[in-house]
Every structure is written in C-alpha cells, then in structure tokens.
C-alpha cells in the first residue's frame, strides 16, 4: 500500500517517506519469509523462532499504518476555503394598484361584423 501512496502523493515529504516505508515493508517480509523456511528447524528453538516470527509481524503492522504527513485532500480546492455567506437580497414589496379604470368591453357578434 505504501507503493501506491508513494506512487500518488502529491507531496515530496509523502512520497520519499512512503518510498522508505515501502522499503523497509519488503525487508520485514523478507525475513519474516526466512522464519517461515525455519519453523520446523529445532537448532533455533521454536519458541524463539515464533517470538521473533510474531516480533516481525507486529513491525509489518506498524509500517502498514504509517499516516501521510500531508492531507490527502487537495489544499488548492475552492470549496475547502470559506467564502461570504450569501446575503439574500431584500424583498420587493409590490403594493397593489389602486382602483384600476375599467375599460370598456365591445362585444362584436361574428354575424353583425358582416
């Protein structure tokens, strides 16, 4: 995971730290896997084999939870930043007219018209 994060970090400090837990994350596994070849192996002792096997996978769990020293959301986005809240404007208020003159209505009769 910390190849992916070093490969798509926008910050320097993230990508050379996650290069460097990447690094260290193959080498625990390396010798976690050279424990594994040896478990069966009584010259070492079981028990100490499994003490260092359970050593190096704590380790492995510490390099997998490495936080980012930057945030991983984009600084320079518009909508992290506070704006002005939006004011509405003030209502307009429109008075009904007063006593509309009444128009006179013609009714013209299709047959009358011709």
Same mark, same amino acid.
């Given at each position: 995971?910390?190849?992916?994060?070093?490969?798509? !970090?926008?910050?320097?400090?993230?990508? !050379?730290?996650?290069?460097?837990?990447?690094?260290?994350?193959?080498?625990?596994?390396?010798?976690?896997?050279?424990?594994?070849?040896?478990?069966?192996?009584?010259?070492?002792?079981?028990?100490?084999?499994?003490?260092?096997?359970?050593?190096?996978?704590?380790?492995?769990?510490?390099?997998? !939870?490495?936080?980012?020293?930057?945030?991983?959301?984009?600084?320079?986005?518009?909508?992290?930043?506070?704006?002005?809240?939006?004011?509405?404007?003030?209502?307009?208020?429109?008075?009904?007219?007063?006593?509309?003159?009444?128009?006179?209505?013609?009714?013209?009769?299709?047959?009358?018209? !011709?």
């Amino acid at each position: 995971m910390s190849r992916l994060r070093a490969t798509l !970090s926008n910050s320097p400090l993230d990508r !050379s730290i996650q290069t460097q837990v990447a690094a260290a994350e193959r080498a625990l596994r390396s010798a976690l896997q050279a424990c594994m070849n040896v478990r069966n192996d009584d010259t070492y002792g079981r028990a100490n084999v499994a003490r260092v096997r359970r050593d190096l996978q704590r380790a492995l769990g510490a390099t997998q !939870s490495v936080r980012r020293a930057s945030p991983s959301f984009d600084m320079g986005d518009k909508d992290l930043h506070p704006t002005e809240p939006y004011e509405r404007p003030e209502e307009v208020v429109v008075e009904p007219e007063e006593e509309a003159e009444e128009a006179e209505v013609v009714v013209v009769d299709a047959e009358d018209a !011709s």
